[in-house]
């Protein structure tokens, strides 16, 4: 029987899961996390920008939900996003 191996990814959570053989998660991890250290690298060079605590917010919710995931240093859970947007 064939073996079925997939990458789903949320563009909104930032949540990625990996299925399939042993050899198939860890060659994808490894090319994932060699792209992430590449825009590391990149974002510690930009200034993130900054999100208001309070008050309105102009502008479309995907880009607030964008600037949240994209501040968050060690990431950013869905009840998070739920609550600041």
Same mark, same amino acid.
């Given at each position: !029987?064939? /073996? &079925?191996?997939?990458?789903?990814? &949320?563009?909104?959570?930032?949540? !990625?899961?990996?299925?399939?053989?042993?050899?198939?998660?860890?060659?994808? $991890?490894?090319?994932?996390?060699? !792209?992430?250290? +590449?825009?590391?690298?990149? *974002?510690?060079?930009?200034?993130?920008?900054?999100?208001?605590?309070? +008050?309105? =917010? *102009? +502008?479309? $919710?995907?880009? %607030?939900? $964008?600037? %949240? =995931?994209?501040?968050?240093? /060690? +990431?950013?859970?869905?009840? /998070?996003?739920? /609550?600041?947007?």
């Amino acid at each position: !029987m064939a /073996e &079925n191996s997939r990458v789903k990814f &949320n563009p909104v959570t930032k949540e !990625m899961e990996i299925e399939g053989s042993e050899s198939f998660v860890t060659a994808t $991890l490894d090319k994932l996390q060699e !792209m992430l250290s +590449g825009e590391q690298a990149k *974002r510690q060079s930009e200034k993130a920008p900054k999100v208001p605590k309070t +008050g309105t =917010i *102009r +502008g479309p $919710l995907s880009k %607030l939900v $964008l600037t %949240l =995931i994209q501040s968050s240093t /060690e +990431g950013i859970s869905t009840a /998070e996003l739920k /609550e600041q947007t």
